[in-house]
């Protein structure tokens, strides 16, 4: 009995980590590592830094800003547009990072 509650509480700390390390390889795999990093700036800002800088409410504004690219928010250095990553993937991530990229 005490084995089954134990590989209980195991398994629930693995689903629990989970999201976190999917969505981490969710923005490797949709290219956004390549010039972000969760805590320090690389080509674009830190993950940790655009958590600070916006809230919950803004998630909609950062979606579409993902999805079209730009420039001005952050340097003078263009983020591409990310229009072949799938909406739903684009949210995840913009969740993901609103919540510090954990």
């Known amino acids: 009995m005490k084995s089954v509650v134990i590989s209980a ?3 629930a700390g693995v689903m629990v980590s989970a999201p976190a390390f999917a969505n981490k390889d969710l923005a490797t795999k ?11 700036k690389l080509v674009g800002p830190a993950y940790q830094d655009v958590a ?14 993902v999805k079209a690219g730009g420039s001005g928010v ?7 547009p990310n229009a ?9 991530l913009v969740k993901w990072i609103l919540a510090g990229a954990k």
């Open 9 to 11: 509480l195991v398994a």
């Open 30 to 40: 949709s290219g956004c590592m390549a010039c972000h990093a969760v805590d320090k």
């Open 52 to 65: 600070k800088k916006y809230k919950a409410a803004d998630e909609a504004k950062l979606v579409a800003k």
């Open 74 to 80: 952050w340097g003078a250095v263009p983020m591409p």
């Open 84 to 92: 072949a990553v799938k909406d739903e993937d684009l949210k995840t």
